[in-house]
């Protein structure tokens, strides 16, 4: 069994900042830092969160540009009037056009990107608390089997306004 | 020095919440009167749709008027709000914090607002399906088009309404999170499935503040499109005195600037003396705006007498006769006169003053003074030009609004209003996240006798 989470709630950062000291020095290096607002990464000295969002603006930007280029070339060789003598497929329109599928399709794929790397959407919450979101600061990590106590111990030592355990699965 | 209070996350909360959890009467009232004026402009649609656009004043040659002109004009608010929120997160301007938002959400109503007006202008305006190239009418024969510029603004128009809307949304998932945590009943239930389970963990954190970045970025280049199409109704149309001009496209790009810049600053007055948020949008945010407002306003004076320089240049009778019309014939001369005052020649002197830029009522009349402005000088470029469309005199035209158009062009301003309001009844239209952060952040040194703020710009 992989454990269950705890989570530390804390007043102050430097409380915070302590009670994750404590869990590095103990081996705990991969907990979870919840805020109400953004701290500068690394504040608590928790892991660098790595993704990959700078790719999915340039898949979005080629499946915009392809589908936009489709769509405009598509619909003037299927109705091929030629006026004034000019080439039916009309280059400087589609590049507009075109312009904006791949700014669309850009920033579509960005915002999905954004969700899909901040992990959501989420069906359950997991451990939190709604004062997070009034400036307390949560540690939640993921406690070895019988560690518990000992994390509960190590939290509340460094000063943490309360301290709560995963409800056991049924 | 500038006067930085210090709050905390409480503080902020409840600040910045108190419309959307504890919305005062007076609230509810405003927007009621804000909806029966919109109720009366969509009536005057639908008396529009059911006896035809004849109810319009449009007649030959001008077949565009109020409508049009409304048009651009709220295409060019729309255009400078996220212009402002990108250009400050870009430049990681510490007081864009209070105004990001607002210039996003102007934006999205503003431009949703501009859509309408195609519609309200088409006869049957359930056939605009046929401008968009998925909803083209193959089967009725009708010749899809790309080359013109009616479909390439529906596309850059709904790319950026999009665009917008989803930036404004994806940003606020964070506030969202806070609303669910403040709330409840049936709305604690709308905001958790809106925040998506957001518990602002440190990865979550990251990637909102580079989607902040990042789609400010994207959305630039689009909002310099929109507008340069937008031009290009006009600019393409060699028929026309005084619309076919290369300098079209940056010309009005740095007009809505002017105007959504303005529009900005009058919000965000607007907000501070509604809910009373001193703390958050302070003198020295209206100062900065105000200083930003003037290099946009010399540089779009400088287009202006460029393109209206450049229309002399050639001496040829059909501009001349144009120009003739808006400078000494009744009420184009008035419009005119009434729109250098406005746009240029009364806010910017004023400007000047640091007593005028930090006076939020002035600050507030003179934005509003610029959009006046704004709005003529949309309404001297097309319908004066369209009036002397013709070379010979005989088929020249007038242009009287008729009361529908009136209403339609009013109902507008209730519309965008009501749509801000009703934004800021379910969700905060200061970025609570934003307000937090440059909290933490600031901190005060002291430099000899005094506590100044170090994450600030000094003055």
Redesign the interface.
């Known amino acids: 069994m992989a454990g269950r989470s705890i989570m530390g709630l804390f007043k102050e950062v430097d409380e915070a900042v302590e009670a994750a000291d404590k869990l590095i020095e103990n081996g705990m290096d991969d907990f ?8 500068p ?1 690394g504040a ?1 000295g ?1 892991k660098v ?1 790595n ?1 990959r ?2 790719v999915w ?1 340039l898949v979005g930007a080629a499946l915009g540009f392809s589908i936009a280029i489709l ?2 070339a598509g ?2 060789l ?2 091929p ?1 030629v ?1 004034g003598g000019k080439p039916i497929l ?1 280059l400087p ?2 590049f ?2 075109a ?3 791949t ?2 399709g ?3 794929s ?2 999905i990107g ?2 899909f ?10 451990l ?1 608390d ?1 004062r ?4 307390y600061i949560g540690l939640v990590v993921v406690a070895p089997d019988g560690e518990e106590e000992r994390v509960d111990a190590l939290f509340k030592a460094a000063n943490a306004a309360d301290v709560k355990l995963e409800p056991l699965s049924a | 020095m500038q006067q930085r209070p210090t709050l905390t996350e409480i503080d902020i909360n409840r600040d910045l919440l108190r419309p959307t959890l504890a919305t005062p009467m007076w609230f509810y009232g405003l927007m009621m009167f804000l909806f029966l004026i919109v109720a009366g402009a969509l009536g005057a649609f639908a008396w529009a749709i059911n006896h035809g656009t004849g109810v319009y004043g449009l007649n030959r040659p001008v077949m565009w008027g109020f409508l049009l002109v409304n048009f651009v004009f709220w295409v060019g608010i729309s255009h400078a709000g996220v212009m402002l929120s990108a250009i400050l997160r870009l430049a990681n301007a510490e007081w864009r914090r209070p105004a990001t938002r607002a210039a996003e959400v102007l934006t999205v109503f503003a431009l949703g607002t501009a859509a309408l007006h195609p519609l309200f202008h088409l006869g049957r305006p359930w056939r605009i399906y046929w401008s968009m190239p998925p909803g083209y009418d193959f089967g009725r024969g009708i010749w899809p088009d790309i080359r013109s510029p009616f479909v390439w603004d529906p596309t850059a128009i709904s790319t950026y309404l999009t665009s917008t809307a989803l930036f404004v949304g994806l940003l606020l998932i964070p506030d969202i999170a806070v609303l669910r945590d403040r709330s409840s009943g049936m709305m604690q239930r709308v905001y958790s499935m809106m925040s998506l389970g957001w518990r602002g963990n440190t990865r979550q954190w990251k990637l909102q503040i580079i989607a902040g970045f990042l789609l400010s970025a994207l959305i630039l280049p689009v909002f310099v499109s929109v507008h340069s199409i937008v031009s290009w109704d006009f600019a393409v149309q060699i028929a026309v005195e005084g619309w076919n001009a290369t300098i079209f496209a940056p010309y009005f790009v740095i007009g809505a600037v002017h105007s959504g810049v303005a529009g900005v600053i009058t919000v965000l007055a607007l907000l501070r003396w509604l809910f009373k948020w001193e703390n958050y949008i302070r003198d020295d945010h209206f100062d900065a705006l105000a200083r930003l407002l003037i290099v946009v306003a010399v540089g779009w004076f400088y287009f202006f007498v460029i393109e209206f320089m450049m229309g002399f240049y050639p001496n040829e009778e059909p501009e001349l006769s144009l120009r003739n019309l808006q400078l000494t014939e009744w009420p184009f001369n008035a419009a005119f006169i009434v729109f250098a005052l406005t746009a240029f020649f009364i806010p910017v002197p004023l400007w000047l003053f640091r007593k005028v830029r930090r006076n939020v009522a002035l600050m507030f009349w003179t934005t509003v003074m610029v959009n006046i402005g704004m709005w003529l000088e949309r309404f001297l470029i097309i319908v004066p030009s369209l009036m002397r469309k013709q070379v010979l005199t005989f088929n020249w035209g007038s242009y009287n609004p008729s009361p529908i158009e009136l209403i339609l062009v009013g109902g507008s301003f209730a519309m965008v209003f009501l749509g801000v309001l009703t934004f800021v009844k379910f969700f905060p239209i200061i970025p609570l996240a934003d307000a937090k952060e440059g909290a933490i952040m600031a901190t005060e040194i002291r430099v000899g006798k005094v506590m100044v703020p170090a994450a600030y710009r000094e003055e």
Do not use: N
Request: a negative charge.
């Open positions: 979870e830092v919840l805020t109400g607002s953004p701290y990464e608590f928790e969160a993704h969002l700078y603006p769509v405009t619909t003037q299927a109705y009037v006026t009309a329109p589609m507009i056009i312009y904006e599928g700014m669309l850009a920033i579509l960005t915002i954004v969700i790397e901040s992990r959501l959407p989420r069906a359950k919450m997991g939190y709604p997070i979101t009034e400036g």
